[in-house]
């Protein structure tokens, strides 16, 4: 590879894993009108192993936006992002794949407003597919694979003495 292939390879990099970043953020922000533009007009995304639903970002998001009002304090932490450059069209690194690992502490609202620790975790892996476009890199297809949650401990009802 030459330094300027090498160069461009880290910008897309760089670029791809902000674009990680911000649909993290607009998903923990409820930024609703942020993470339907992190996607192409035909984006899509999956939540259904999750015990959501699948569509396209704008369904998506409203369905997002009803469900994520449970939760008070929400933060995703996306981690172990392997990225691969595809081809298009001939153009070695106009399509990306990400997959990622994540753990998500969220506090459902109403339990305890005075604390801040989580109350419901769940964890498992994102598989992100991404096309550039003029606008930069955009998520084309958004599939999350949950692994695993952790609920509140049910609590004991109270003695009567």
């Known amino acids: 590879?030459?330094?300027?292939?090498?160069?461009?390879?880290?910008?897309?990099?760089l670029a791809v894993d902000e674009l990680v970043t911000d649909y993290a953020v607009a998903v923990d922000d409820g930024d609703w009108a942020a993470y339907r533009s992190l996607f192409t007009p035909d984006g899509r995304a999956d939540y259904r192993s999750a015990g959501g639903i699948e569509g396209d970002a704008g369904s998506v998001a409203a369905w997002l936006a009803e469900s994520m009002r449970l939760f008070s304090m929400r933060q995703?932490?996306?981690?172990?992002?392997?990225?691969?450059?595809?081809?298009?069209?001939?153009?070695?690194?106009?399509?990306?794949?990400?997959?990622?690992?994540?753990?998500?502490p969220?506090?459902?609202?109403?339990?305890?407003?005075?604390?801040?620790?989580?109350?419901?975790?769940?964890?498992?892996?994102?598989?992100?597919?991404?096309?550039?476009?003029?606008?930069?890199?955009r998520l084309r297809e958004v599939i999350v694979a949950e692994k695993w949650r952790r609920l509140p401990e049910p609590t004991a009802p109270a003695m009567i003495d």
């Open 1 to 13: 590879m030459t330094q300027r292939v090498e160069l461009a390879t880290l910008r897309d990099r």
């Open 76 to 104: 995703h932490l996306i981690v172990n992002r392997r990225v691969r450059f595809g081809v298009l069209e001939q153009d070695t690194g106009d399509t990306a794949r990400v997959q990622a690992d994540y753990v998500n």
């Open 106 to 137: 969220m506090r459902f609202a109403g339990n305890g407003e005075d604390s801040s620790a989580p109350d419901f975790v769940c964890g498992g892996r994102y598989s992100f597919g991404l096309l550039r476009t003029y606008d930069g890199w």
